[in-house]
């Protein structure tokens, strides 16, 4: 990766394209619509064959682009690798099942939560301090959340609402166990997130002897359209995904693409509705609207603080790389 002062050359001189952040508000509304493809795809004994199969998908397309970086990974990080690609194994399967028991729209508003637990336990680890008004943000989401997670009265959240939370939580715990690896930093990027990819497919062939039929009876028995599901999952959701993070973070700023891939909640809730037939009163639609404002709010409230060591940490740091179906 780049110098600081070699990267912020050429952004200074060259004005910039209004079409320069399509690829990335692409990622946002691809990954917005995963939510409602794999709920299409897959039910509650399909889950891990789905995950099994796509990520086998991913895999050699990926390594074949991977394969120079694998090639100098040491020991210790393929070891690290493969710790987040348990905890990132975890995180699919919690939001492929909180998918399947809750709607598109919840679970793409639930999990953009990520966006407030990973400061608050950042500050937790750190022990350092965090803005009021990221609080007050923190708040907000909070409390949009109560509002759309109930039905026809207020009630407790549903297995699904609860399944999506875990994975937001899982998310915090992936990326601050990312940030605080010694061994990864400096990683090659490819090969980073093929061993994370990697170790995440063998948590779901251990997980399908009881996780439903075997991967295979349930390829036999997929049509053209859940193929097609599958293909647009593997090919734009995970690989196109992350070759535009990729991209993106040498080409411009970690907060610009942070702002950008964040609008991945109101994406969800737009197919959610448009598309899946998810219908939220009027209490649940206040809900996700303070979901949405909280998170928003959160982001600009930490922002600030994170730009000045932004240049220093993106130097060290290996891009950010896709956890959401």
């Known amino acids: 990766m780049r110098s600081p002062s070699q990267a912020a050359a050429p952004r200074a001189a060259a004005p910039r394209s209004p079409f320069a952040d399509l690829p990335l508000l692409a990622v946002a509304v691809v990954w917005g619509s995963s939510f409602l493809a794999v709920k299409h795809l897959a039910s509650a004994t399909t889950v891990v064959p789905m995950l099994v199969l796509r990520f086998g998908v991913v895999l050699p397309l990926l390594g074949g682009f991977a394969w120079r970086g694998l090639r100098g990974l040491g020991a210790a990080q393929w070891r690290g690798g493969a710790v987040l690609g348990g905890i990132l194994g975890g995180i699919f399967l919690l939001e492929s099942y909180g998918v399947v028991h809750t709607s598109a729209t919840n679970a793409g508003l639930i999990i953009s939560l990520t966006m407030i637990l990973t400061p608050l336990a950042e500050s937790v680890v750190t022990r350092t301090a965090i803005p009021r008004a990221f609080v007050g943000a923190a708040a907000l989401s909070l409390l949009g959340v ?48 093929w061993v994370q990819l990697a170790a995440a497919t063998m948590v779901f062939v251990l997980a399908s002897p009881f996780g439903g039929p ?6 036999a028995g997929w049509g053209p359209g859940q193929w097609t599901l599958l293909l ?16 993106a973070v040498r080409a411009t700023s970690p907060s610009r693409v942070s702002l950008l891939l964040g609008t991945e ?38 922002l600030p603080s994170q730009a000045a060591a932004a240049p220093a940490a993106e130097a060290d740091l290996p891009e950010p790389e896709p956890a959401s179906l």
């Open 265 to 302: 909640p109101l994406w969800a809730a737009v197919f959610g509705m448009a598309l899946g037939g998810d219908r939220l009163s009027v209490l649940a639609l206040c809900g996700g609207v303070l979901v949405l404002l909280g998170t928003e709010a959160g982001r600009r409230a930490v």
């Open 214 to 219: 075997a991967p295979w009876r349930v390829a």
């Open 146 to 193: 109560g509002l759309l997670t109930e039905g026809s009265g207020l009630r407790a959240p549903s297995l699904g609402d609860l399944l999506v939370l875990g994975a937001a939580v899982l998310r915090t715990v992936h990326v601050l166990a990312m940030s605080r690896s010694r061994a990864l930093r400096g990683v090659d990027s490819l090969a980073l997130t």
């Open 232 to 247: 647009y999952l593997a090919l734009f959701c995970t690989l196109f995904a992350f070759f535009v993070q990729m991209w």
